[in-house]
């Protein structure tokens, strides 16, 4: 089963552009937010109900370049095509999408026309673990909590 | 001699989240701070971190939105000074000792004010930023006492700028 996910961003482009592709036996399901084109081909809710469950069935995800939504499929060890929104005004997704393709955790789609090839050949791809980077941030604010803030 | 312990509930923490992937960091970071006098302020669009809130106790101020989609550019005049305009009175009633925020562009004029009232004021840039520095980051830089990022690349970017990990990693722990 393919899960496309586009966050709780519109992002009609991609969701236009799956719907037009055809995978044969595959499932493909569509979280479409508040996007305007409604599939038409594919089972498609606004938000996931469960959507746990449904990234815990996927064997591949599709999705925007949310920090968020990519965090939680890497530390899941989900097989991600990731694609930067096109259709927001700030294009900042590619910071961290471009990072994490360096670094061999998923494939950065550029180029909708590109999609069904990396569909295709995501299966064989190995990626390396992502681990998160150990976190000290509490504490350090804490830290200067203590240090400069009379209460 | 022995200094006694300062009673955390009397430090009020103003978590500036806007909304979205802001909010998702903002939530992770506030379990780690219920020893805290924990406020929080969100766009007033973001129903599903609202809806999240509205199960705790946690105090939240809204404000509207800072950039509509497509609008004219006096309309965003128009939203900015509305912006600053509500942002005073959310500074003065929360009144908080430390604005913590997580990176939204609605910090700005908190940010603004909290500094003229003489509050401590964390900036932790958002963790979607690798490489590349955010409007909102460059003023925050400015105006803050201390400067997380997320990522060592862009630590670089950023002279006396403290990398300490990624909120990610709390998700995983707890």
């Known amino acids: 089963m393919i899960l496309v996910t586009v966050g709780t961003t519109a992002f009609d482009s991609l969701i236009e552009a799956v719907d037009q592709i055809s995978i044969p ?33 996927a064997d591949i995800v599709i999705t925007h370049g949310g920090a968020g939504t990519l965090f939680e499929l890497l530390s899941r060890g989900k097989k991600i095509i990731a694609i930067n929104n096109f259709d927001r005004k700030d294009q900042h997704q590619t910071d961290l999408i471009s990072q994490l393709a360096m670094d061999n955790h998923l494939i950065w789609c550029k180029d909708f026309n590109q999609l069904s090839k990396d ?28 240090q400069n803030v009379n209460y | 001699m022995q200094i006694a312990p300062r009673n955390k509930k009397n430090c009020r923490i ?21 020893e805290y006098d924990c406020q929080v302020l969100l766009e007033k669009t973001d129903h599903l971190t609202l809806q999240k809130l509205n ?22 005049l128009l939203r900015i000074i509305q912006c600053f305009f509500a942002s005073f009175f959310i500074v003065l009633k929360s009144n908080p000792h430390v604005v913590l925020s997580t990176g939204p562009g609605l910090v700005i004029p908190i940010a603004f004010y909290s500094k003229l009232f003489g509050k401590k004021i964390i900036h932790i840039e958002s963790w979607s930023r690798v490489n590349s520095k ?41």
């Not at chain 1, 569909?119 to 830290?143: A, H, R, T, W």
């Not at chain 2, 003023?139 to 862009?154: E, G, H, K």
């Not at chain 2, 950023?158 to 707890?174: C, E, N, T």
């Open chain 2, 55 to 76: 199960q705790s106790d946690v105090k939240v101020f809204t404000m509207p939105i800072l950039r509509g989609k497509n609008e004219i550019l006096p309309m965003t």
């Open chain 2, 14 to 34: 103003l978590f500036v989240a806007g909304s979205g992937g802001h909010a998702a960091q903002m939530l992770l970071l506030l379990k780690q701070f219920q």
């Open chain 2, 134 to 174: 955010s409007y909102t980051g460059k003023v925050m830089y400015r105006l803050a006492n201390i400067f997380f990022v997320q990522w060592p690349s862009l630590a670089k970017k950023y002279d006396g700028s403290v990398f300490a990990g990624r909120i990610d990693a709390l998700k995983v722990r707890s």
């Open chain 1, 25 to 57: 036996g595959q499932q493909i399901v569509l979280q479409i937010a508040d996007g305007k084109y409604i599939p038409k081909n594919y089972e498609h809710y606004r938000f996931l109900e469960n959507y746990d469950q449904w990234v815990a069935r």
């Open chain 1, 119 to 146: 569909i295709l050949e995501i299966p064989q791809k190995q990626f390396s673990k992502y681990q998160p980077v150990g976190c000290d941030l509490v504490n350090e604010i804490k830290m200067f909590i203590d």
